[in-house]
T-cell receptor, first 110, second 109 residues
């Protein structure tokens, strides 16, 4: 009965590789998000989708490309991974003001 | 650029003590939310306040939204070890959420 799920939980990869993180929500929410949380626990929004349409795209390198096949899924693809991409990535969804977060994906780039 | 300043950054107290965490900004927000995050997990929504001056209570937690909708506070009464975690405030603006940097609370038994 998980509300917002992400896979994988941990991802260790080398610089230059391409990787994807998947997110699914079963709450029936219209809006989904990707956040990046750095080592100091600062949580910053990267993208926001509403009904499969991109509505927020913060200053994120274009190596990051979100894809929403339907309103229950929002995947994040990252090309040419860099050391600085190491962080915890959270997916979230919302219907109104409050957001519901997934468990996070810890990405480590070596 | 909208910013939310949280204070204190770290707080270590004994079980049974009271505490207040503050969240301040120079910007007006349409809503203010508080989240709690435990290690290895995602933030969990505690409360959303939308009206200036609004006060909400959740058991031993009291949340207040400032009259001007620029600041908020979280007060915990008789803290317990289970309250330990990272508390994040987040301001809502134009469908976006701006997060503070968090207050790491440790409650010792």
């Amino acid at each position: 009965d998980t509300a917002v799920s992400q896979t994988p939980k941990y991802l260790v990869t080398q610089m230059g590789n391409d990787k994807s993180i998947k997110c699914e929500q079963n709450l029936g929410h219209d809006t989904m998000y990707w956040y990046k949380q750095d080592s100091k626990k600062f949580l910053k929004i990267m993208f926001s989708y509403n009904n499969k349409e991109l509505i927020i795209n913060e200053t994120v390198p274009n190596r990051f490309s979100p894809k929403s096949p339907d309103k229950a899924h929002l995947n994040l693809h990252i090309n040419s991974l860099e050391l600085g991409d190491s962080a915890v990535y959270f997916c979230a969804s919302s219907l109104g003001a409050g957001q519901y977060f997934g468990p996070g994906t810890r990405l480590t780039v070596t | 650029t909208q910013l939310l300043e949280q204070s204190p950054q770290f707080l270590s107290i004994q079980e049974g003590e009271n505490l207040t965490v503050y969240c301040n900004s120079s910007s007006v927000f349409s809503s203010l939310q508080w989240y709690r995050q435990e290690p290895g997990e995602g933030p969990v929504l505690l409360v959303t306040v939308v009206t200036g001056g609004e006060v909400k209570k959740l058991k031993r937690l009291t949340f207040q939204f400032g009259d001007a909708r620029k600041d908020s506070s979280l007060h915990i009464t008789a803290a317990q070890p289970g309250d330990t975690g990272l508390y994040l405030c987040a301001g809502g603006s134009q469908g976006n959420l701006i997060f503070g940097k968090g207050t790491k609370l440790s409650v010792k038994p």
